[in-house]
């Protein structure tokens, strides 16, 4: 089929009856010329026009898709100059400066605080510090209020020991005693924390860091096969 290309206007044999050009250096030539800006097939509002700008590091003289002009403050024509000029300017752009900065700030639910937290976490965050959560566990989450509570079926000893003012109390006692049973100078990591004075007849000397004492799980066994 003998057709004219619509770029060279040279007379050729067509394969196809849609051919319009005798080669592919025609098919380029032509929609270079004619197939740019708003008659370009992919053309949105002309978002994607190159036009000239300044990349902000190095002064250069740059072409970009409008696009990305209007997305961005700032322009440069690589990697490498985008990379030195936040090198430089690391303080402006970093913290709360910076345009994907997105903290907010909340009040602590323990003890009113105002902390900062993402603003996707807003509304799971709900403490400042762990200390506070464990603060907040401890008086929300106490005998009958916790999700296990079985009617109070633990012993009062188990109940105690569990307690974090007892594991304070504990820490506090072996620190002192420089994690050394006070009985035999052993250093073994079977210690224990030893009420001098009992608890079921000194209940308020529980937590008493004076009242307690470094031993080790033996001679904490032979202190109590005296009594």
Known sequence: ???????????????????????????????SKYLVGENA?????GNRTKV?????????????EKQFIDKWNKNFC???????????????VSGENSPRYSQV???CE?????????????DKAKFCSKKCRNDWQSQM???????NWHGGKTNWKSSMMAKREYKNW??????RDDYTCQKCGNKTNLLHAHHKKDVVHYPELIFDVDNGLTLCSKCHAKEHSKK
């Open 141 to 147: 989450m106490l005998g009958y209020k916790h999700y």
């Open 52 to 64: 000239k700008t300044i990349c902000d590091y190095c002064g250069k003289e740059i072409l970009k």
């Open 41 to 45: 097939c992919n053309y949105k509002n």
């Open 78 to 92: 690589n990697r490498n100059c985008q990379i030195e000029y936040y090198k430089l300017h690391s303080k402006e």
């Open 1 to 31: 089929m003998l057709k004219i290309c619509k770029n060279c206007n040279k007379e050729y044999n067509a394969r196809k009856s849609k051919q319009n050009f005798c080669s592919r250096k025609c098919t380029y030539e032509y929609r």
């Open 170 to 175: 504990r820490e506090q006692v072996l620190k």
């Open 110 to 122: 323990q003890c009113g605080k105002l902390f900062k937290t993402y603003y996707s976490t807003r």
């Open 105 to 107: 700030e909340v009040s």
